[in-house]
């Protein structure tokens, strides 16, 4: 049974950071890219940041490029999301999702990930 737990969210000021990890209990990480979406109350679920099984190909929304980094650490099962700068607009739940690597292509929906976790709420005051 695939199980994806997000943790490190809170409460922070606009400007500080914060980091989110998410532990993946899947047989074989590393054959599956990994992704982090964001959902606002009352909004869709969005895309935010997305990487390759090997960590070599990284993609982001345009709402967060240059302030968010994606990483991953197969041997601990491990995505993470590094978050600077943050702003009130980056307040929502996150999400950590997981998909078969070979299904890259096509990996950059909701609708095509397979696994997810129960979220993490980040909440940014101005």
């Known amino acids: 049974q695939v199980q994806l737990v997000e943790s490190g969210g809170g409460l922070v000021q606009a400007g500080n950071s914060l980091r989110l990890s998410c532990v993946a209990s899947?047989?074989?990480?590393?054959?599956?890219?990994m992704a982090w979406f964001r959902q606002a109350p009352g909004k869709e679920r969005d895309f935010v940041a997305r990487?390759?099984?090997?960590?070599?190909?990284?993609d982001y929304a345009d709402s967060i490029k240059g302030r968010f980094t994606i990483a991953r650490d197969n041997a601990k099962s491990t995505v993470y999301l590094q978050m600077n700068s943050l702003k009130p607009e980056d307040t929502a739940l996150y999400y950590c999702?997981?998909?078969?690597?070979?299904?890259?292509?096509?990996?950059?929906?909701?609708?095509?990930?397979?696994?997810w976790g129960q979220g993490t709420q980040v909440t940014v005051s101005s």
């Open positions: 990487i390759s099984w090997s960590g070599s190909s990284t």
């Open positions: 999702a997981a998909v078969p690597q070979w299904r890259w292509g096509t990996a950059t929906t909701a609708g095509n990930y397979d696994y």
């Open positions: 899947i047989r074989a990480f590393s054959n599956y890219a």
